[in-house]
């Protein structure tokens, strides 16, 4: 059950995410529908609180005139981007998390929808199922590659 902890809080890791604890799971010879639920469960815990809470935190550092350029930054891309992508939103928000490449994922995804003012009930759904899809891609990729060495072991 240990093995389990693991994945969960590895894919409640930044860049980490369920991109890292689903194949570490199938390493493990982890059940893989157990180590999908854990895995999914894990990478989704931090983004309410993300989305609650981090626009607040980079408001609070984008003022301090020192260290507060990137924050400041990422403040001005959300607010150009929003008139944009107001069509597009909810599929453009799945698509980039659902892409399991580094850089995107549960966190970033959740970035985002800070930076475009989202609030909870438009964020969550197109995370949640970004990170569905994620899950299906990494599960298949992961065990799938763990069968075929053991058929040659």
């Known amino acids: 059950m240990l093995d389990y902890l693991y ?30 639920l854990v895995a999914i469960l894990g990478n989704m815990l931090p983004v309410p609180f993300l989305v609650l809470f981090g626009g607040k935190v980079l408001n609070y550092f984008a003022q301090f005139p020192k260290f507060g350029k ?14 944009k992508m107001k069509k597009t939103l ?13 850089g995107t994922g549960a966190w970033t995804g959740a970035l985002i929808a800070i930076t475009l003012g989202l609030d909870l009930k438009k964020s ?29 072991a």
């Open 7 to 36: 994945v969960f809080l590895m894919s409640m890791l930044p860049v980490v995410e369920l991109r890292g604890a689903i194949p570490m799971g199938a390493a493990m010879d982890l059940n893989m529908w157990f180590c999908f």
């Open 70 to 83: 990137p924050f400041r930054k990422i403040i001005e891309i959300g607010e150009k981007k929003v008139g």
């Open 90 to 102: 909810f599929a453009g928000l799945l698509a980039f998390v659902a892409i399991p490449l580094p």
């Open 124 to 152: 969550i759904p197109p995370i949640a199922l970004g990170v569905l899809i994620a899950g299906v891609i990494m599960m298949l990729g992961s065990y799938g590659v763990v069968t075929i060495f053991n058929v040659f």
